[in-house]
């Protein structure tokens, strides 16, 4: 089955400046060199389709190893409604005469797909279901759309829930039935304009996916063509697994998709240039090559890639937050303060106290006693969070030394047997902070979902936190990353001094997690140092760097 990236630069962008939804530029060049890349590890026949600032950039700048380029989305005569990507994807569709796969430019493969998908009428990634955006366009559709198609009708009156089929990948050996859809999506659009164009921009990106995905699974229902999907789960809203987990490389993992919110997400953009510069060191030099020459040619400004140490960042950032209010450095604590206040009736008159002052009087008064070791901790929590920023303005470490532990961790986690022969040690920037309340924002950084907030905490009992504090180079600040407790375990155990045996630690953690599953702990306990490792936490090498 020929395998297909469809790629175009809509009128007025640069790819050299506008990000395409990533962190910014670099990012969406990389994931498209990367996903074009690993396709190639498993298919010759890679077919682009594009347009001519496309193939210009894909082809003759960076080289990519597509073997056919058809330049065929320029000029087409579609309906044109500002935000309403999707049609151009949709109408390339239409144009192969044979069996096809398409495969989205934020998707990465590190294995062929399977003969038994590939052999299907269609195929798409997996089945979206119940997200709330979906129920939001698909209600407004059914209220103030004046022409709905009827498959999409029937699907609607049956009541039952909103499905779709997520198109990282999408396509198959009905490749006639794609004429078809592309003419439903037609008609709907040109007979809707108006009240597509009143959606507004945030509706808007999520319209692209009820076309393209929630339109397909309604006609491929309604014409009783089975949808062969790579992922057999249903996502639905209460799954949050990430589709981006970069840490299970370099040989625990078979497909990527980095779709949605994920390519906002710092760490899944550090995580996509240092898989590119690993792997496919030369194609990351042409995306380096490339973004400075057009820094220096073109006027308005263009993203370089930043592979030197952030310390000038990260010592702006470290006077900033420092130089900042008492009220803004200490916002959980007076957050605390004023929802006890409001339990107990106690009035706060904020011109005449600190946040410290008032903390003090609060825990002075007899019926406040139940809330002074949480007064303490939050404090104590943002106390430590200001002594380790202020610290941050003395540490820099040497030019290039975070790439070359990312390094060593991979080449440590390539070899199957790495539990038996890998050490670790914590990583000289490492930051944390303990407290008995999960005090921790601003986490959103893999898959880490902040579900309660600082006053809840009010309500649950002490227990055992560890917070880390990352660096996220693309947003200038500082995650509150919140480990769990094997990670917690581990990070206590691990010093900067010295390397401790994989071995040893096993035993340790197993000890420590006695009463669990052993090979639950295990599992866990792999997942954690991958992550931390990758992230720059924790080094791990191979005990043969001992002897290079």
């Known amino acids: 089955m020929k395998i297909v990236h469809t790629f175009w630069v809509d009128e007025g962008k640069n790819p050299l400046k506008d990000s395409f939804g990533w962190c910014s530029a670099p990012y969406h060049l990389m994931s498209w060199a990367l996903s074009c890349l690993q396709l190639h590890q498993f298919y010759e026949d890679i077919e682009l389709i594009?347009?001519?600032?496309?193939?210009?950039?894909?082809?003759?700048?960076?080289?990519?190893?597509?073997?056919?380029?058809?330049?065929?989305?320029?000029?087409?005569?579609?309906?044109?409604?500002?935000?309403l990507w999707v049609m151009k994807?949709?109408?390339?569709?239409?144009?192969?005469?044979?069996?096809?796969?398409?495969?989205?430019?934020?998707?990465?493969?590190?294995?062929?797909?399977?003969?038994?998908?590939?052999?299907?009428?269609?195929?798409?990634?997996?089945?979206?279901?119940?997200?709330?955006?979906?129920?939001?366009?698909?209600?407004?559709?059914?209220?103030?759309?004046?022409?709905?198609?009827?498959?999409?009708?029937?699907?609607?009156?049956k009541g039952k829930e909103i499905q779709a089929s997520n198109a990282g990948i999408l396509g198959g050996n009905d490749y006639v039935f794609f004429k078809d859809y592309y003419q439903v999506v037609e008609q709907f659009i040109a007979n809707n304009q108006d009240q597509i164009k009143s959606l507004s921009p945030s509706q808007m990106v999520n319209f692209n996916a009820v076309v393209e995905q929630y339109i397909f699974h309604c006609l491929s229902t309604d014409q009783g063509i089975e949808v062969n999907y790579l992922l057999d789960t249903v996502y639905d809203p209460s799954f949050f697994e990430s589709f981006a987990n970069f840490h299970h490389l370099p040989n625990d993992i078979s497909f990527m998709h980095a779709l949605g919110d994920y390519k906002k997400n710092g760490w899944v953009c550090d995580q996509l240039a240092h898989r590119l510069r690993l792997d496919y060191p030369d194609y990351y030099r042409k995306i380096s090559d490339l973004l400075q020459s057009g820094q220096q040619s073109q006027s308005g400004k263009t993203h370089t890639i930043n592979t030197k140490d952030p310390y000038d960042e990260i010592s702006s950032y470290s006077k900033d937050y420092l130089a900042k209010s008492e009220k803004e450095q200490f916002y959980r604590t007076e957050r605390m303060l004023?929802?006890?206040?409001?339990?107990?009736?106690?009035?706060?008159?904020?011109t005449k106290f600190t946040i410290r002052e008032f903390k003090d009087y609060l825990e002075s008064i007899s019926n406040t006693n139940p809330w002074k070791r949480i007064l303490n901790d939050v404090y104590e929590f943002e106390e430590e969070k200001l002594r380790l920023i202020r610290s941050l303005l003395q540490y820099k470490s040497e030019e290039g030394e975070a790439f070359s532990a990312i390094q060593l961790a991979n080449e440590a986690l390539r070899d199957q047997n790495w539990k038996e022969k890998a050490e670790l040690k914590l990583a000289?920037?490492?930051?944390?902070?303990?407290?008995?309340?999960?005090?921790?924002?601003?986490?959103?950084?893999?898959?880490?979902?902040?579900?309660?907030?600082?006053?809840?905490?009010l309500l649950l009992p002490p227990h055992f936190y560890q917070t880390v504090l990352l660096w996220d180079q693309h947003h200038t600040e500082?995650?509150?990353?919140?480990?769990?407790?094997?990670?917690?375990?581990?990070?206590?155990?691990?010093?900067?001094?010295?390397?401790?045996?994989?071995?040893?630690?096993?035993?340790?953690?197993c000890s420590f997690f006695q009463l669990a599953n052993k090979d639950q702990v295990l599992v866990l306990l792999d997942e954690e140092i991958r992550f931390l490792a990758y992230s720059g936490v924790i080094h791990l090498r191979g005990k043969e760097y001992l002897f290079q």
Not at 58 to 73: A, G, T
Not at 338 to 350: L, N, S, V, Y
Request: proline letters at 6%; one cysteine or more.
């Open 478 to 509: 500082i995650i509150e990353y919140p480990v769990g407790p094997i990670a917690s375990y581990l990070l206590s155990v691990l010093s900067e001094d010295s390397f401790i045996q994989m071995t040893d630690l096993s035993e340790k953690v």
């Open 89 to 157: 994807k949709i109408y390339s569709y239409t144009l192969h005469e044979e069996p096809f796969l398409n495969v989205d430019g934020d998707v990465y493969v590190y294995e062929p797909f399977p003969d038994e998908l590939l052999s299907a009428p269609l195929i798409a990634q997996n089945i979206e279901q119940d997200f709330d955006y979906y129920k939001e366009l698909v209600g407004l559709v059914t209220d103030i759309f004046p022409s709905v198609p009827k498959p999409i009708i029937e699907q609607i009156y």
């Open 428 to 457: 000289a920037n490492c930051k944390t902070i303990l407290s008995e309340w999960d005090w921790s924002q601003n986490s959103v950084l893999f898959t880490q979902i902040k579900m309660n907030s600082i006053e809840e905490n």
């Open 338 to 350: 004023t929802a006890i206040c409001e339990k107990e009736g106690i009035f706060w008159e904020r």
């Open 50 to 83: 594009t347009d001519r600032k496309g193939k210009e950039l894909l082809i003759d700048q960076l080289k990519l190893p597509y073997k056919n380029v058809r330049v065929e989305l320029d000029k087409l005569n579609l309906v044109e409604i500002p935000g």
